[in-house]
């Protein structure tokens, strides 16, 4: 069993940045792959950027590409996302998410345990 938690949402203008930061709970963290994905209202959840479970391989959606970072500290069993240059269009609820076994896709129902996740609010 995973726990995960999210913090760093917030409220932010276009143009400006966030860290967000997703803690796991149990002794296993470093076995899974990790990702972010993100619900806008009214909108379906997508793949935002994942990362494996050593930080060895990233991945990350068109639309952030360049502008996010996903990182892990498999140390202190947390996952990262950078995120700057946020434009509107970013706002969303930002989940975490950990799977065993991923596919490059990162499907959201090939994760295996999610956050309860938190809001950013990008004002332009």
């Known amino acids: 069993q995973v726990q995960l938690v999210e913090s760093g949402g917030g409220l932010v203008q276009a143009g400006g940045s966030l860290r967000l930061s997703c803690a796991a709970s149990?002794?296993?963290?470093?076995?899974?792959?990790m990702a972010w994905f993100r619900q806008a209202p009214g909108k379906e959840r997508d793949f935002v950027a994942g990362?494996?479970?050593?930080?060895?391989?990233?991945y990350y959606a068109d639309s952030v590409k360049g502008r996010f970072t996903i990182s892990r500290d498999n140390a202190k069993n947390t996952v990262y996302l950078q995120m700057n240059s946020l434009h509107s269009e970013d706002t969303a609820v930002y989940y975490c998410?950990?799977?065993?076994?991923?596919?490059?896709?990162?499907?959201?129902?090939?994760?295996?345990?999610w956050g309860k996740g938190t809001l950013v609010t990008v004002s332009s």
């Open positions: 149990g002794r296993t963290f470093s076995s899974y792959a």
């Open positions: 998410a950990a799977a065993r076994v991923y596919d490059s896709r990162w499907f959201p129902g090939d994760m295996d345990y």
């Open positions: 990362i494996s479970w050593n930080g060895g391989r990233t």
